[in-house]
Structures are given as C-alpha cells and as structure tokens.
C-alpha cells in the first residue's frame, strides 16, 4: 500500500479501471462488474483498496490486544472483515490465484475469541447435530484387564 504513490492510486483513483482493462487478469464476473458500476464507485474503490492495504500492518499489530470486547476489538474486528471482503473482490474479479484464499484463511485466524464464542456455546448447546455415535456402526470390543 505505502509503495503505491503513482497518481492513478492518489489523485485521479484509477488503479483499478486500467486493471480491469487487462484482459488477461480478469474474470468475467471482474467485466460484468466493471460494466455495470459507475466510474465513480470504480474511484472509491480504488481508494478503499489503497487504503485497507496501508493500515493492514497496524491492524495486524493491534488485534493480538483486543481480544476483549471493546469498541476497539469491534473496530479492528470489522476491520478484519473488510480485509476479508477486500480479498474476496480480489478472487472474484481477478485471477490472482490462490492468494485470496490464503489470505482471507490467514485474516480470519485473526478475529478475536469474544466473536467465536458465541457461534462455540451454540454448537456446545445443540451438540446433537455435531455428534456421531459410533457405537452404532462398529462392534468394537476391548479386552479387559486382568
């Protein structure tokens, strides 16, 4: 983000309209998007990405400290989310590869517990649908001890 300093990325925002002329990185949902949008979302896109990818580094040094609930842990948390949604445009409208995905799979590792706990207290609730009983399809005997 900090090394992008041409004037496509900060004055006139047009990085990502002469990315998506280059026929070989797009995808067709990356042409059904760019003609469907209007030039003026295309410029406050461009601006979202430059400067999501300059502060990802201080994201990524402040989240290991906001692991309780605060305004600040729900900040940086939907943060993190926009980074996520950040790559997901990335994958979808350019071929990039994996990169999306390793990515969005390393940003996610980042969100704090206070979002996971509720989505573990509802699984350890409803343990029902998460259990198999294998009891049921193997006959499987130990031998006791003597």
């Known amino acids: 983000g900090w090394l992008k ?7 006139n925002f047009t990085a990502v309209h002469y990315t998506m002329h280059i026929d070989m990185a797009v995808t067709p949902f990356g042409k059904f998007f760019y003609n469907s949008i209007p030039s003026d979302l295309l410029r406050f896109l461009c601006a979202i990405v430059l400067y999501l990818e300059r502060f990802i580094p201080l994201i990524l040094i402040f989240i290991p400290f906001s692991q309780k609930k605060s305004k600040k842990s729900i900040f ?3 943060l993190l989310l926009l980074i996520c949604s950040l790559q997901l445009g990335f994958g979808t409208c350019l071929r990039v590869g994996n990169f999306p995905v390793f990515s969005t799979i390393s940003f996610i590792l980042l969100i704090p517990s206070w979002v996971w706990q ?5 699984f350890k609730k409803n343990r029902r649908f998460l259990s198999i009983n294998f009891s049921e399809y193997y006959f499987i005997s130990f031998p006791e001890k003597k």
């Open 76 to 78: 940086l948390t939907f």
């Open 118 to 122: 509720p989505i573990d207290d509802y």
């Open 5 to 11: 300093m041409g004037p496509e990325w900060t004055s």
